[in-house]
């Protein structure tokens, strides 16, 4: 069984009597959290190789490794090994399904005391989206000015595309420890820059 996405859709490919077959995720029983994750996933990797991101970007990482996660999902839920095609850079990779844990009785031992969780870096989080924040604010606003004297429909459109190409990057790092911090203040510099344009039109 291979993971793919196919025009924006989660497929899963495999072999039958009549060949190779593509079916929707939808049609296996995989659960439907697990089968909406899976068309979520694919509808931002399209639109990350519809953008041309890198393929070092960050980007492409995360959805590489959100596209492994998800395969090993399906490995365990099906109980078979499943290979992941990356939508970016057409790498094939191999996902096998987790061993049972042997349920003999063995010796007892010693667990140490889990971690606690990390406390979350509020301070340096949210200077790092302020300093986000003002960069991207400051070159939206420089943009649209600047092609607004020229043409409001020019700076309209720039805006579209500028927003379209930083939505993939923000979607897929707003869970990441480090990165989320970075898609809020862009968010929020999207946001306070195109305040401030509504403002100089009145």
Sequence with gaps: MELRVRDGRAVL????????????????PLGADLAEALHEWAKVADAVVR??????????????????????????????????????????????APKEHDETPKTPKTTPEPEPPEPTPWGTGLTVSFITASIVTFTVVSLSLGLGETSS??????NVLVVG??????????????WRWVA????????????????TLL
């Design 13 to 28: 490919a495999g072999n039958d009597e009549s060949g190779e077959r593509e079916v929707d995720p939808h049609s296996l």
């Design 51 to 96: 953008t041309e991101t890198p393929a070092d970007g960050v980007a492409s990482a995360l959805v590489a490794r959100r596209g492994k996660q998800l395969a090993g999902r399906i490995a365990a839920a099906m109980n078979a090994p499943v290979q992941y095609t990356d939508p970016v850079s057409g790498e094939l990779v191999s996902v096998e």
């Design 153 to 158: 429909w020019l700076a309209l459109v720039a």
């Design 165 to 178: 190409g930083l939505a993939p990057s923000v979607w897929l790092g707003r869970k990441v420890p480090v």
């Design 184 to 199: 809020y203040g862009v968010v929020t510099g999207v946001l306070v820059a195109w305040l401030a344009l509504i403002l």
